[in-house]
T-cell receptor, first 110, second 113 residues
Framework: GQSLEQPSEVTAVEGAIVQINCTYQ??????LSWYQQHDGGAPTFLSY????GLEETGRFSSFLSRSDSYGYLLLQELQMKDSASYFCAVSYNAGNMLTFGGGTRLMVKP | DSGVTQTPKHLITATGQRVTLRCSPRSGDLSVYWYQQSLDQGLQFLIQ???????AKGNILERFSAQQFPDLHSELNLSSLELGDSALYFC????????????FGPGTRLLVL
């Protein structure tokens, strides 16, 4: 089967940098995605990594190491509006299947 | 606003009943995905359709079924409802059949009493 692990909660202060890790055990791994979900809202796509390395999109960056079955989402210059849940998701089976992690609840404090 | 619409927003029904959730993908998107999100199970992939054909199946119960119509909208049918089916049901869409970049609708909150 597929399994993903990410911390359940992370707290940081406004303006800081936070890293949310995701480790996975997946046969037929294809890629790693990150989604943001505010309370009561829908998940919003943030980033996708299929190859090793860092992908940067504004204040958010995502990293993947396929050999370590590990990735992370890096959020810089934290803002209060970044308080949300962040899900990593692995696609596998030639990209035809997707499994989400349990989510990390990020709380940004002033 | 992702461009994906879902109706209804809220649904309250009784055990044993059947409901239909509707999803309209973003204009131009051919793939539709259904997810269930509950407090204890997280976000679970149920099923994917691409251009009218079933493409991938996840943790979808036999009591649940879905289809995608020629105009690309999709419906998720939930039957013989149980208390444990109470959850948020999301639809997502993407241009191609890849799962990596999806746009989620606002969800339908189902409460089974």
């Amino acid at each position: 089967g597929q399994s993903l692990e990410q911390p359940s909660e992370v707290t940081a202060v406004e303006g800081a940098i936070v890293q949310i890790n995701c480790t996975y055990q997946t046969s037929g791994f294809y890629g790693l995605s990150w989604y943001q979900q505010h309370d009561g809202g829908a998940p919003t796509f943030l980033s996708y990594n299929a190859l090793d390395g860092l992908e940067e999109t504004g204040r958010f960056s995502s990293f993947l190491s396929r050999s370590d079955s590990y990735g992370y989402l890096l959020l810089q210059e934290l803002q209060m509006k970044d308080s949300a849940s962040y899900f990593c998701a692995v696609s596998y089976n030639a990209g035809n299947m997707l499994t989400f992690g349990g989510g990390t609840r990020l709380m940004v404090k002033p | 606003d992702s461009g994906v619409t879902q109706t209804p927003k809220h649904l309250i029904t009784a055990t044993g009943q059947r409901v239909t959730l509707r999803c309209s993908p973003r204009s131009g998107d051919l793939s539709v995905y259904w997810y269930q999100q509950s407090l204890d199970q997280g976000l679970q992939f149920l099923i994917q359709y691409y251009n009218g054909e079933e493409r991938a199946k996840g943790n979808i119960l036999e009591r649940f079924s879905a289809q995608q119509f020629p105009d690309l909208h999709s419906e998720l049918n939930l039957s013989s409802l149980e208390l444990g089916d109470s959850a948020l049901y999301f639809c997502a869409s993407s241009v191609e059949a890849s799962l990596e970049t999806q746009y989620f609708g606002p969800g339908t909150r189902l409460l089974v009493l």
